[in-house]
């Protein structure tokens, strides 16, 4: 009698509505995005192919030197296809953009 009990409780749950749905996530909407300005659609097109902006815009102040040397390292290393041309006009945009001091 337990045992069927069970059995019986067992098949509720499993038929249970929502359980055998497939799950669906739901993500909220990516919302955060380049300061506008100069080079910003550049830096929109070429650095959100593989993470978010935030990754960018969260940085401390930092100079020219280290965003150069970022791009170098997201192309080289991580594979990004940034022209060289173009990456003279996004180090500009994100040094400027986050308002860093060259250091000489
Ligand atoms: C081909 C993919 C790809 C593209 C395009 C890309 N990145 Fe990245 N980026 C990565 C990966 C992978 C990481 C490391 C993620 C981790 O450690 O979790 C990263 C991390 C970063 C970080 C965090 C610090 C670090 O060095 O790990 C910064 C800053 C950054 N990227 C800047 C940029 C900028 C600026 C651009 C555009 C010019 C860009 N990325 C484009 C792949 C990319």
């Known amino acids: 009698m337990k045992t069927r009990l069970s059995l019986l ?3 509720a ?3 249970a509505p ?12 990516e919302t955060a995005g380049f300061k506008p300005g100069p080079g910003a659609e550049l830096a929109t ?5 593989c993470h978010s902006a935030e990754y960018i ?3 401390p102040p930092l100079p020219a030197s280290f965003w150069k040397a ?3 390292k997201m192309r080289t290393k991580y594979g990004a296809q940034i022209a060289p041309d173009q990456a ?3 180090v500009d ?3 400027h953009s986050s308002a860093a001091p060259e250091k000489k």
Do not use: N, W
């Open 45 to 49: 097109g070429q650095c959100l192919a």
């Open 18 to 29: 929502g359980f055998s749905k497939p799950l669906k996530i739901e993500l909220p909407p």
């Open 13 to 15: 749950a499993l038929s």
């Open 57 to 59: 815009t969260t940085q």
């Open 88 to 90: 003279q006009a996004l």
């Open 9 to 11: 409780l067992c098949a």
């Open 93 to 95: 945009y994100l040094a």
């Open 70 to 72: 970022s791009i170098e």
